[in-house]
Nanobody, 122 residues
Framework: QVQLVESGGGSVQAGGSLRLSCAASEYTYSRNCMAWFRQAPGKEREGVAAIYRTGTAYYGDSVKGRFTISQDNAKNTVYLQMNSLKPEDTAMYYC????????????????WGQGTQVTVSS
């Protein structure tokens, strides 16, 4: 069973930056892909970024050019660097994992963290 723990959320003004971390309990092929999703109140869960252990990364259209996903395989940790934050980025951010990066279908990811809140004020 893969366990994921997010950290790094908080409150920031528009234009600011935050870096989220997702620490996995161990590496198994079950978490060959790590992804970040977000969910704002009253909205569906939205895919933000995903990365294979090999380094291939994908981004949602709304964050391209502003967010960067990266990983430290030795630490079993994935990061999400968020720059030029906007109020519409306000959401609970979740880390997810599975064998394949199904991009933005939350139902395709078996493992989830508890989430970390990001609030961007104007």
């Amino acid at each position: 069973q893969v366990q994921l723990v997010e950290s790094g959320g908080g409150s920031v003004q528009a234009g600011g930056s935050l870096r989220l971390s997702c620490a996995a309990s161990e590496y198994t092929y079950s978490r060959n892909c790590m992804a970040w999703f977000r969910q704002a109140p009253g909205k569906e869960r939205e895919g933000v970024a995903a990365i294979y252990r090999t380094g291939t990364a994908y981004y949602g259209d709304s964050v391209k050019g502003r967010f960067t996903i990266s990983q430290d395989n030795a630490k079993n940790t994935v990061y999400l660097q968020m720059n030029s934050l906007k109020p519409e980025d306000t959401a609970m951010y979740y880390c997810a994992a599975d064998t394949l990066c199904a991009r933005w279908d939350p139902a395709s990811y078996r493992y989830w963290g508890q989430g970390t809140q990001v609030t961007v004020s104007s």
